[in-house]
């Protein structure tokens, strides 16, 4: 895809690269023993070490690392065997240490790659420039008392996995296509739950403009935008400005900015943007994090199907399109509800149930996976259903509006409303009887050719049978009758 | 009767054994002899009555036959350990009346194993200081006076703890030592001091100043008394990333009396230009001694010691630059701050009133060395200078078994003394610095007396994890030097 910036003076191209602050799954925080569950009462998750008493001294929690390295190999990135810790040094009120422990020079995640499923069913490949783990600050609330600022820290010291993509992002629409991506894969491992609302997941956009084919641009970062559409709108947006600017002869400054989705406009941050040194330097606390092979293939072990094998199975083995099979690895509850209902099934006709009829009815209702009323063993019941001719197609349907509505078990509200399928030949034998007797004159005009005439008379014996009479079986006898 | 604070820990610990006094008794009389000696400011807080409800549990520990390698003995811990319901300053005004709600590794230790605190000694602010002038609760004096009286410094940074064995006012006490803050003082007022291998004892509790060099250690009368009292405060500890998880040997053990045929390394490096005749000479009695116990004596090169103390100047300041970031005035400690103060404000105005001068220098010299521009140049080239003088050490240990050095470059000096430079008060360090930049053992011990009567000590320096054979070397050393005298006061 390209995307060009039509300005004045000529096309511009945008380019992009996302850092993404990825909270880790983890019971307790990076370096203390307490709690990472979100929104227990304030302050309640705070050991010494977070509260960065006198003497307290942080050792690192080794779930946190297993969660790294297993985003790495979900990732296809190099792991790195020996990795080091190193203090970020600033003062603020939300970061008891006075510094960060973070990475550094040596990160514990380096090269990989992203693959993007675009919406027009094509793929780009984005690399990935490195993993780090480091820690959480907590969190300032300036809302709580008309003079003084609220701490709470909860969050100080939860372990975080910075992901930092390379400048390979050339559209918007790939800016999303990425945060998509990783969203899935972070929560097929199971190592960030992805919720960008809750904040467990935020983003970073570096953005320049250039003309095409000429060397980067001057970089501009927005900090923290918090949903998949805001990142575009931003991106779009911060362009646009830093094209204007270029264009009315001005230059690029190298800034921190702000994305404001209310007013549609990014803004220089002012008070946290004096210039900070942050001093780094390896945390002495700390020994360098070195683990062996031997650690890495446990965890490569316990791997699961990350979304890119998964979509080339649904399409080799399934039958699948790669859009169609893209919709369904895109989140992992949708793919394991597709392989419930595909399980022994038409894998195609599945999809087509799942994608079509299910998630269009979700979106409609605005309701997600996880809170569909029709379960996946209850959709396949359906599919079967169709399949061993107890319900034609158009009655499934039906059918699945009730389930929508009801929750209910196709088979019960095939029973219970008496939607079976006639295939008894008597009774569509006396069905297509009086339809003929009725219409002799229709009867005739096929017999002297008018196929499409046919066609008709289907529909009246389903209409007079209230669609339950098998389509195939009226279509047969009918011919039989009238031309046999 | 015998005066109990004469007693060596040795020998306390034997005589409660035998019953010859109670701990309290012992706790009594050194709680006495600390406040017959308050004008020494050897404590920032005295603890009497917690030291006398504990040496009553030690008592009645004993009474049932349950006594810990430590039991009932009385000592002083530097006011860096934090400990448990009693106020911990590291010697500053930013955290007075700070009373942490939990107990350091190695005051646990000690108290697991039946030790009673006496009170909390005083020192440098943040262990930072070669003087003991830098606290913000008054200088420490040095029991021993010089010849015309006047008050003499400790030593630092464990000033306090240092003075208070010296002075009879604790049996023993716990040190922590950065770049010479346990060996410098022992020397300085007439006592042992042990810096173990950096990783030996933990590090958890204890008010940070420079993380990769901080190592506790015992200051006792007698190389046993380490040895006894090491026991007590070594071990791993999974709180300390950095502790190693190693047994702890019986140190006292150690102490065979015999190094024969033990090779002990003379470095060339430590003769210094300018160093008082009096200090080579008691560097050379030491040789002599060694020598007749039967130890065969080597020359060793250890080329990048001049580096070294450039180096410490250069690594301890920019931890301490990081490790102090967090008394902001926030959570603890003071704060200053006027209405309609800014975070900002807050942070100055607390951090302004609340480190002292020296403090402050090192705060500022070690957020230099480590911002953007300057970090290769001083952080980073120092890094690798460490790595050399590390190099140096492990080159030497391949030949000998330890090292014999001076402690310090001259015997403690009057107060207000080397306060015009800094540099010349960090000048005291010289010797005892590029142990600890190696992160290896250093004992100190009583060796011999200046023209002015006043006490020199020398230094044994071992291979990471030997402090057994360090203190082998320390014991045998101390039976030839035979240094009997007293500080003022203390004689007979």
Redesign the interface.
């Given at each position: 895809m390209t995307y060009i910036i039509e300005g004045s003076t000529g096309p511009w191209e945008i380019v992009v690269g996302l850092e993404v602050h990825c909270q880790v799954v983890s019971n307790s925080k990076l370096f203390s023993g307490a709690s990472t569950k979100f929104g227990n009462e304030a302050n309640s998750n705070v050991s010494l070490v977070d509260a960065a008493m006198p003497g307290m001294l942080p050792v690192i929690n080794e779930e946190c690392v297993r969660q790294a390295v297993k985003t790495g190999l979900g990732l296809k990135a190099q792991i790195n065997k020996e990795s080091v810790f190193s203090r970020k040094n600033y003062f603020y009120a939300d970061l008891p240490q006075g510094y960060q422990i973070s990475q550094f020079d040596k990160p514990i995640v380096g090269k990989g790659t992203i693959i993007l499923d675009m919406p027009d069913g094509t793929t780009k490949s984005v690399g990935i420039e490195r993993l780090h783990l480091e820690q959480d600050a907590g969190k300032s609330m300036h809302d709580q008392d008309p003079k003084y600022s609220h701490i709470d820290l909860n969050r100080s010291g939860v372990a975080l996995m910075e992901i930092v993509s390379d400048p390979d992002i050339r559209h918007p629409e790939e800016a999303g296509a990425y945060l998509t991506k990783l969203r899935a894969i972070v929560r097929y491992l199971g190592t960030c739950d992805g919720n960008m609302n809750e904040g467990s997941m935020r983003c970073d956009a570096n953005v320049s403009v250039r003309r095409p084919g000429e060397p980067f641009g001057t970089r501009c970062e927005i900090k923290n935008v918090n949903s998949i559409r805001f990142v575009m709108q931003a991106i779009e947006i911060e362009a646009k400005r830093q094209v204007e600017v270029l264009e009315a002869g001005g230059e690029i400054i190298q800034q921190t900015r702000l994305f404001d989705q209310r007013l549609g406009e990014t803004r220089a941050m002012r008070s946290k943007e004096m210039a900070h040194d942050y001093r780094y330097f390896p945390d002495p606390d700390l020994l360098p994090l070195v683990f062996d092979d031997a650690f890495i293939a446990e965890i490569e072990k316990t791997l699961p199907e990350l979304p890119d094998e998964k979509k080339a199975r649904f399409i080799n083995e399934n039958g699948l399109s790669a859009y169609d099979a893209g919709v369904l690895v895109a989140e992992k509850e949708k793919a394991d509800y597709y392989e419930i209902v595909a399980k022994g099934r038409d894998g195609k006709l599945a999809a087509n149930w799942v994608i079509t009829n299910l998630f269009g009815a979700l979106n409609k209702a605005e309701v997600g996976i996880a809170d569909s009323p029709v379960t996946a063993e209850n959709l396949g019941k359906l599919i079967d259903l169709i399949s061993n001719d107890t319900i034609s197609g158009r009655i499934a349907k039906d059918v699945f509006e009730i389930m929508i509505e009801t929750g209910g078990d196709p088979e019960k509200i095939v029973e219970e409303k008496g939607l079976k399928q006639i295939t008894d030949t008597g009774a569509i034998e006396s069905a297509i009887d009086e339809v003929i007797a009725a219409n002799p004159d229709k009867v005739q005009e096929i017999r002297d050719g008018k196929d499409r005439m046919l066609g008709w008379f289907v529909g009246q014996v389903m209409k007079s049978t209230g669609g339950k009479a098998n389509p195939g079986m009226v279509n047969k006898m009918l011919r039989d009758k009238i031309l046999g | 009767m015998t005066d109990l604070t004469k007693l060596t820990l040795a020998e306390a610990r034997d005589g409660l054994a035998k019953g010859d006094y109670t701990s309290v008794e012992l706790t009594q009389a050194h709680l006495k002899s600390m406040e017959a000696h308050r004008n020494l400011n050897a404590y920032i807080t005295e603890t009497p009555d917690k030291a006398i409800e504990m040496a009553k549990a030690s008592d009645a520990k004993r009474a049932k036959g349950d006594a810990g390698n430590m039991e009932g003995l009385p000592i002083a811990v530097k006011d860096l350990?934090?400990t448990e319901g009693v106020q911990?300053t590291?010697a500053s005004h930013i955290?007075e009346g700070?009373k942490?709600?939990?107990e350091?590794t190695v005051t646990s230790k000690l108290f697991d194993n039946g030790a009673v605190m006496l009170g909390k000694a005083n020192l440098d602010e943040f262990a930072m200081g070669s003087a003991n002038t830098s606290s913000y609760y008054g200088n420490v004096i040095n029991p021993w006076k010089g010849k015309d009286g006047k008050d003499l410094v400790p030593g630092g940074s464990s000033g306090g703890s240092a003075a208070a064995v010296a002075g009879g006012m604790a049996l023993a006490a716990t040190g922590t030592d950065t770049g010479g803050s346990i060996r410098q003082p022992a020397s300085y007022c007439g006592i042992v001091g042990l810096k173990p291998t950096y990783g030996r004892c933990s590090?958890?509790?204890?008010?940070?100043f420079?993380?990769?060099l901080d190592q506790a250690g015992p200051m006792t009368k007698t190389v046993r008394d380490a040895a006894i009292m090491l026991g007590s405060m070594a071990g791993h500890d999974?709180?300390?990333?950095?502790s190693a998880p190693m047994a702890v040997p019986d140190f006292e053990a150690a102490l065979t009396g015999d190094i024969r045929g033990m090779k002990i390394g003379i470095p060339k490096e430590y003769r210094v230009d300018g160093m008082p005749e009096e200090i080579t000479k008691l560097w050379e009695n030491g040789v002599a001694m060694l020598r007749d116990a039967g130890a065969e004596v080597v020359d060793v090169t250890l080329p990048h010691t001049k580096y070294a103390l450039g180096t410490y100047y250069i690594v301890a300041p920019?931890?301490a630059?990081?490790n102090?970031?967090?008394y902001?005035g926030?959570?603890?400690g003071q704060r200053v701050m006027d209405e309609g103060d800014s975070?900002?404000d807050m942070?100055s105005k607390s951090r302004a009133a609340g480190f002292g001068k020296e403090v402050q220098r090192r705060i500022m010299i070690g957020?230099y060395v480590?911002?953007?521009g300057y970090?290769d140049a001083y952080?980073n080239k120092a890094l690798k200078v460490r790595r050399r003088i590390y190099e140096d050490f492990a080159n030497a240990f391949g030949k000998v078994d330890a090292i014999l050095a001076p402690t310090a470059p001259s015997a403690a000096f009057a107060i207000g003394e080397n306060e015009d430079d800094p540099v010349k008060m960090y000048l005291n360090d010289v010797f005892t610095v590029p142990a600890s930049l190696a992160g290896l053992p250093g004992l100190s011990l009583p060796a011999g007396l200046s023209s002015e009567g006043l006490p020199l000590g020398l230094q044994l320096i071992g291979k990471p994890f030997d402090e057994e054979t360090v203190l082998r070397v320390g014991g045998v050393l101390e039976s030839a030097a035979n240094f009997t005298a007293k500080p003022f006061g203390q004689e007979g």
């Open positions: - | 350990f934090c911990t590291a955290l700070f942490p709600e939990y350091s590090r958890w509790g204890v008010v940070a420079a993380s990769s999974a709180k300390d990333s950095t920019a931890e630059s990081s102090l970031a967090r902001d926030l959570r603890y975070l900002d942070y957020t480590l911002s953007a970090y952080y």
